[in-house]
């Protein structure tokens, strides 16, 4: 089964799937894959984040931002975030981000222009993207994973020429079993170690029985969560 969702029981790839870790719970652990793939093919893989550079990711406070600021704290980089509250702005930085801008109060290219950084995670597209092209450091990696605001953007090529800036973005869905099989090992081997030792922390804001998937629908279009919503198959 390579598409769908809701489904009570689901066949899948042996190569994909991946050992609960040490001292998570079964839920814990639905948390982690979605996040973890993401983060690390585009990332780790992708923007190729070295220890010692900075990474900023928009969207700081949902289940793929936590993780990615966890993760890259845990590896030797500095994590940069925004979010939309500051309740949200207080998650990321307890999760071990440097800073966090609240871009519903600030400019988020003005709080971050004394910042070198070398990687961008975003998930909303528009009018970011000149943004996130000023702020790169040369040699800086544009990563995209999602268009909330607009898929179709206006940028300055020169900022990518004279930076040698690089823009890239990923779907997971769409890519070929060996690839996911190769992506499962690859995080087993590199993240699943960080979950078994606390570096790695479940962030659940709430669960939901499956027959209440749209009430969890209802929440994650408010946008009102920090982290992972999960549904229960309560059998």
């Known amino acids: 089964m390579s598409e769908g969702a809701y489904a009570e029981y689901a066949a899948v790839d042996a190569r994909h799937c991946l050992p609960v870790p040490l001292g998570w719970s079964m839920v814990e652990a639905a948390s982690l894959p979605e996040t973890t793939f993401t983060v690390w093919a585009n990332v780790f893989q992708a923007a190729a984040l070295q220890p010692g550079e900075t990474v900023l990711v928009h969207g700081g406070s949902s289940g793929i931002g936590l993780t990615l600021i966890q993760v890259a704290h845990a590896l030797g980089s500095r994590a940069l975030a925004t979010a939309g509250s500051d309740a949200k702005c207080r998650a990321c930085e307890e999760f071990g981000a440097a800073m966090c801008v609240n871009y519903r109060a600030q400019d988020f290219e003005q709080a971050f222009k004394a ?120 059998l």
């Not at 950084?117 to 009018?127: A, E, K």
């Not at 943004?131 to 953007?153: C, F, H, S, T, W």
Request: hydrophobic content about 45%.
């Open 115 to 234: 910042e070198k950084i070398n990687v961008i995670l975003d998930m909303v597209g528009g009018d970011y993207t000149a943004k996130n092209l000023r702020l790169l450091e040369p040699d800086g990696r544009l990563q995209y994973i999602n268009a909330m605001q607009g898929a179709k953007v206006e940028l300055n090529l020169l900022d990518v020429m004279t930076k040698r800036l690089r823009m890239s973005g990923s779907m997971l869905r769409p890519r070929s079993a060996e690839f996911k099989a190769a992506l499962a090992a690859e995080v087993e081997k590199h993240v699943w170690p960080l979950a078994a030792s606390g570096q790695l922390r479940p962030v659940i804001y709430q669960t939901f029985p499956l027959a209440e998937a749209a009430l969890a629908q209802q929440l994650m279009a408010s946008s009102e969560h920090i982290g992972k919503i999960l549904l229960v198959n309560e």
